[in-house]
């Protein structure tokens, strides 16, 4: 699992027909750095997410791949690799808050 931001969404008019109607967001891996105070810093790579919660452009979320990715009510029979399965609101390493989507402007 890791957390990314959704960057953009993919529409594909011609695909397999399970993932029919399925929404696909461009995920942007991050990580934390070893700066004092810690960051999160966008690592450059990119996974095609199943969104099955709704998350939209700029937000941060949880993404699980591999055979985990088809584990959801909703993926169980879809050939999918990677799916959003939570949308994060706060990120905290010790005592440093890197990220409170409460105080977002």
């Known amino acids: 699992m890791f957390i990314g931001k959704v960057t953009g969404?993919?529409?594909?008019?011609?695909?397999?027909?399970?993932?029919?109607?399925?929404?696909?967001?461009?995920?942007?891996?991050?990580?934390?750095t070893t700066d004092t105070p810690p960051k999160l810093k966008a690592?450059?790579?990119?996974?095609?997410?199943v969104d099955v919660l709704g998350a939209g452009e700029g937000e941060f979320?949880?993404?699980t791949q591999g055979?985990?990715?088809r584990l959801t009510e909703s993926t169980k029979s879809l050939p999918?690799?990677?799916?959003?399965?939570?949308?994060v609101d706060i990120v905290q390493c010790g005592s440093a808050c890197l990220y409170d989507k409460g105080k977002e402007s």
């Open 67 to 69: 055979s985990s990715a």
């Open 9 to 32: 969404s993919v529409v594909a008019t011609q695909k397999v027909r399970s993932v029919d109607g399925k929404k696909l967001l461009m995920v942007e891996a991050y990580n934390v």
């Open 61 to 63: 979320v949880l993404v």
């Open 43 to 49: 690592t450059g790579r990119v996974a095609i997410a």
């Open 80 to 87: 999918v690799d990677a799916v959003v399965v939570g949308i």
